[in-house]
């Protein structure tokens, strides 16, 4: 488990299970407002860490990438703030249509947004996130960086390093 600097964490997830315990751990630790960037190819685990955050949010209903629909809601247990999933890899015009969606009122609203494929809107996105790149390693194996941007996702990444793997 190497730790590029403080802002980074590079790690290797075994399996979907254990993906989703990772996510798990970042769940807890969220907060109205954070918002986290999911970037990888298809089946790098994008929506498997996704369903672990909301597990770890307290969302009891199945977490499935919103494709079609863009964007789920799900509202955990109070006093949790409810968790935006949305996924962009369908749109034609990325930040043309995100913007079209409504897509600033959920990044400035009182939840958690969870943008799978965000690297399509980048430009758009507020400086200050947790950005995360899953990657292929083998058929079960994800390689998974952390990236924090800002002081809020510096706490955040320090405290999941903490959570996850005790340093």
């Not at 089946?43 to 494709?67: D, H, N, Y």
């Not at 790149?133 to 924090?148: E, F, N, P």
């Amino acid at each position: 488990m190497p730790i590029l600097d403080e802002h980074t964490l590079d790690f290797i997830s075994h399996s979907p299970a254990q993906t989703q315990r990772f996510g798990a751990r970042l769940g807890v630790l969220l907060q109205a407002g954070d918002l986290i960037c999911l970037e990888g190819e298809l089946g790098t685990g994008k929506t498997c860490l996704a369903q672990g955050i909301g597990r770890g949010m307290g969302v009891v209903e199945p977490i499935v990438s919103p494709t079609f629909t863009l964007i789920a809601e799900h509202r955990p247990p109070p006093p949790a703030p409810p968790l935006y999933h949305i996924d962009l890899y369908r749109l034609g015009t990325p930040v043309n249509e995100a913007l079209a969606l409504g897509l600033d009122e959920y990044l400035q609203g009182e939840g958690i947004c969870l943008i799978e494929w965000a690297e399509r809107i980048a430009p758009i996105l507020p400086r200050e996130r947790l950005w995360i790149t899953l990657r292929h390693l083998d058929s079960s194996k994800r390689g998974i960086v952390m990236q924090a941007h800002g002081s809020r996702y510096d706490d955040l990444l320090h405290r999941f390093r903490q959570s996850a793997f005790g340093v």
